[in-house]
């Protein structure tokens, strides 16, 4: 992946560094037995209007044709309009038709691209040179853990949490979304866990003795550390606040990261040292709106929305899987232009 060493020692001091010290301040404090309001838990969420979580989807339209060094306007702009339009559409009919599988499916969804999400970080912001993962079976093991952890974690350690916010989320359609159990009985909690902590056993090891056959072993702790870092943090983090801040503060930073390097000018300062995220922001605004356009069209149409917090998190993790569909094409096209799928780099 072609990312120059100055530009990821900058990723790393301004969004990898911040990453790993808010994430582990997090799970220190609710492992010395912090408590927070319940309110509190959903501060993140509400943050991620604004705070790195919505905005940083909200470039896509621009992130194929920098990637690809076309003007934007007009065929890549409506490409990804149109996409978002037809499989956001698509998902939204979805809720309606079967709220308990699109939930399912939103869980899978977010399993892949954040996992995805953060084998990119490791390939393109470890130091230049280590090539790691280094080979397709790696990277999808990698990928597989990762995405598990904020995704099977929390239901491993809160399942009540966890359900909470499944049922508010499909009681948004459903009377009664009680049905929805097994996932949380002790039984499937065992046996998932079980297997996946031998596969992030397995893509740990496989990843020690690739690394240390080629000379990358520093890139291999960074992995491990990580790693043990996520699992300790959404096992001790009531999940609404895990999940609210690792959205904001992990995943999309990391994709903001990846997407100031497409674009000419920010990439050269990236290069200097600084990351320039004026604007980021200035070309995020106007989908950000739309976004919340939509909200409002939802809360409108959707028949069991209420103003709780729990109710409005709903809401949000709705237009946030609606949204996510496109985004996560958008991503792996990314991905495999960028070369994160080809066969060894
Ligand atoms: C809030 C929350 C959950 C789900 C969050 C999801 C699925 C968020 C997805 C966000 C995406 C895809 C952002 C885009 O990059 C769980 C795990 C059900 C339980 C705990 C609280
Ligand atoms: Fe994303």
Redesign the pocket.
Known sequence: MGVSEAARRTVRRRVLWPSWGLISVAALLFAAGLEVPGWAEYAP?ALSFVLF?LP??ALDHLAVPRLLGREPWPWPVLAVGLLYLVLGGLYLALWFVSPVAAFAF??S??WF??GG?DLHALVAFVPEGLAYPADRTHRALVAVARGGL??LV??LA?PE??RA??ES?VGLILDDASGLSWPFAPGFRLYAGVSFALLVAVALAYGYVSAKGRGSLAAWRVDAAETALLAAYFALVP??L???LY?CLW??PR?IARLVLLDGASAVALEGGRLPLARFFRDAAPLTLAALALLLGLYATLPGTGTSAAAL?ALY?VL??V??LP?VVVVSFMDLEQGLWSRET
Do not use: D, N, R
Request: charged residues 0%.
């Open positions: 969420f979580g940083h989807g939103f869980i969804l977010t691209h954040w999400g904020p995704m929390p239901l809160h949490s966890y916010v499944a989320t999940p609404v895990a999940v609210g959205f995943h999309a994709h998190l993790l946030i899987s949204l996510t985004h």
